[in-house]
């Protein structure tokens, strides 16, 4: 059983950072593609960025293309998502998802794990 978590989610004010981490127990994810997606209040949930297996290659939401970043640390086995200057309209859960294989893809049906989610606030 794969176990998914995110951490690093809060309360920051527009034009602020915040980076989120992601860690999974019962497997390493350092093989599979992580991303991230967030659902804000009353809207079904998008995606916001992956990463492969190998760590090098990314694709972005063109929302947050620019400002987000996605990266992984092998020897933390984690996955973490920077991201700057945070609008408002950032505001969401966010979440992390695991892929039992190491291509990406931006399809919330694609991914086998997922975290419960952390909230960003993003104030004006």
């Known amino acids: 059983q794969v176990t998914v978590v995110e951490s690093g989610g809060g309360l920051v004010q527009a034009g602020g950072s915040l980076r989120l981490s992601c860690t999974a127990s019962?497997?390493?994810?350092?093989?599979?593609?992580v991303g991230w997606f967030r659902q804000a209040p009353g809207k079904e949930r998008e995606f916001v960025a992956t990463?492969?297996?190998?760590?090098?290659?990314?694709y972005y939401a063109d929302t947050v293309k620019g400002r987000f970043t996605i990266s992984r640390d092998y020897a933390k086995d984690t996955v973490y998502l920077q991201m700057n200057n945070l609008k408002p309209e950032d505001t969401a859960v966010y979440y992390c998802?695991?892929?039992?294989?190491?291509?990406?893809?931006?399809?919330?049906?694609?991914?086998?794990?997922w975290g419960q989610g952390t909230q960003v606030t993003v104030s004006s």
């Open positions: 998802a695991a892929r039992a294989v190491g291509a990406p893809t931006i399809g919330t049906d694609g991914y086998d794990y």
């Open positions: 019962g497997h390493t994810l350092n093989m599979y593609a």
């Open positions: 990463i492969n297996g190998g760590g090098g290659t990314t």
